[in-house]
Each structure stands twice: as C-alpha cells, then as structure tokens.
C-alpha cells in the first residue's frame, strides 16, 4: 500500500507521483486532498489529489520542493512506500449547475485546477482555463489542460511564452470584451486568489478560491488552518478546503502562513545542504 509507482519531473522544481492507493481512490472527488507522512520523524503535509486512476488504484500528487518535508518527498523513487497516507480528507469542489466557467491556476496551483477543470468538462460544462507562471520553463500540465478545456491561455510573468503578466490580465481582458462566466474557480499563490476575487466582484461573478494553509493534523481537531470567512473562522481541512473568494480574508491568511516560513526555509536549507 501506499507505493510510489511512477515519478515524473515536471518542471525544475515540481515533482509528479503516482501512488498505488485505491481504498482512498474508493471515494475521492475532485478538489479533496490527503495528509501524507514520509516516515516516523517528517511532519504530515496535505497533498492535493490531483488525478485518479480508479482502473489501477492510482492517485497523483503534484508537490513543489520548498521546504523540508517535500524535499524528503521528493528524494523517494519508485518502489519507495509512503509510511502515511490518509484521505481523502476536504469537501470536494461543488461543480453542479454551471454551464460556462474559467479555471484559473496559478504555479504549482494548476495541480489542483486541473481535477476541478476536468471533473467540469466531464459534466459538459464548457471551461475556459487560464494558467500563469514565472516563466515557460516552469509551466505544468499544459497539455493536459489542452485535452479538457474550450480555451487554455497561458500567462508568464516574463512573458517567454502567451501573454506578459499575470491572470489577471487575461481575465481582465476577457470580461472587458463581454465574456461571461457562471463562476470562477481560482487556485494559486494567496496574492493571485486574492487579485483574482477582487477583480471578479466587480462583475458579481461567483468565485471559489481553494485554500492550503498551515495543516496539522488535517482532521479539524489542532485548529492550525483556521481560515476568516466573512464573519466566521473557518477550518480549511474541514470546512473547505473550498470557499467563498468574496469572503476570505487573505491578508490574514497571508500573514499566518509567513510566521511559518523562516523556520520551514532554515530546515529545508540545512537539508539540501
Ligand atoms: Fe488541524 Fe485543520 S489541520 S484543524
């Protein structure tokens, strides 16, 4: 249970798995997420599941090497087991009653908007996606994106391929040139959800963002990913990792998921060293 079946480079730093898993695979749905634990002593993280195979009992996790817990991940290989893993775990995304949405990634985001672009595409819902890097050779999942989509367009912050900028932009131009959406679903960087959100409330368009913050134990019990939404305090392991773009207080969440860096970049560094 739990091994690792392929490994795939994506990008300089994104990594993708195939875990052999299918008693998770039972009951996942796009937008849930598993806690994975490499071994006694390493933290558990959330993962995104990012694809299933139910035919052969394979999920997929996409992860970033940025700190010290995916650092270890990722110096497993094929054959190597995962000592924990645990799900799925979140509500999985609401996709019903759409009939025209845009998926918005952002980076490594893109591995959680391509369930949820796909799972749409499945009910026949038409989907454009728009997916924004650093640069081209950090682009993910491009053509699988490709295979699902209306419309891919693809943005780069040094403009090495598609349109210079952000998502924004396109999103932007997009509506100003009167395309409609039922609803946005934007996943990336906190600044990008938060951008994102804003400029979707101007046209009253529905938007989901999907957060990750700081999980412990991914079961609503430590309280370490609580979220602002509206009034309320959230439990993103719980209570999302789904909700309202409108709603969330990101400079908050901004703020909580800093505290955590300097440590994180300390250990992953003496790690790499
Ligand atoms: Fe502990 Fe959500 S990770 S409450």
Redesign the pocket.
């Known amino acids: 249970m739990n091994k690792i079946i392929s490994k795939k480079v994506l990008s300089k730093s994104v990594t993708e798995m195939k875990i052999y898993a299918p008693q998770i695979l039972k009951h996942a749905q796009a937008g849930q997420f598993v806690m994975l634990r490499i071994n006694e002593k390493s933290e558990r993280i959330?993962l995104t599941i990012s694809d299933m195979d139910h035919e052969n009992g394979l999920l997929t996790i996409i992860f970033q090497v940025i700190g010290s817990t995916t650092y270890e991940l990722n110096e497993l290989n094929v054959g190597d087991d995962i000592l924990d893993l645990v799900g799925p775990l979140g509500k999985p995304t609401h996709i019903e009653g759409f009939k025209k949405v845009c998926v918005i990634g952002g980076g490594v985001g893109c591995a959680i908007a391509y369930p949820v672009a796909k799972a749409l595409s499945l009910k026949n819902v038409e989907v454009d996606v728009i997916i924004g890097f650093k640069s081209k050779n950090d682009m993910i999942l491009h053509q699988k994106f490709e295979k699902i989509a209306n419309h891919v367009f693809v943005s780069t912050d040094d403009g090495s391929y598609q349109t210079k900028g952000f998502v924004t932009d396109i999103l932007s131009d997009l509506l100003k040139n009167g395309q409609t959406y039922d609803h946005v679903f934007a996943i990336g960087p906190i600044i990008m959800m938060k951008m994102v959100s804003q400029l979707t409330a101007k046209y009253n368009i529905g938007t989901t963002v999907s957060l990750n913050p700081?999980?412990?134990?991914?079961?609503?019990?430590?309280?370490?990913?609580?979220v602002k939404v509206g009034k309320d305090i959230k439990?993103?392991?719980?209570d999302g990792p789904d909700f309202d773009g409108h709603l969330v207080d990101f400079d908050l969440l901004q703020s909580r998921n800093n505290m955590y860096k300097e440590t994180e970049t300390k250990n992953y560094k003496c790690l790499a060293e």
């Open positions: 959330p700081i999980m412990v134990d991914g079961t609503g019990m430590c309280g370490g990913c609580r439990f993103a392991c719980v």
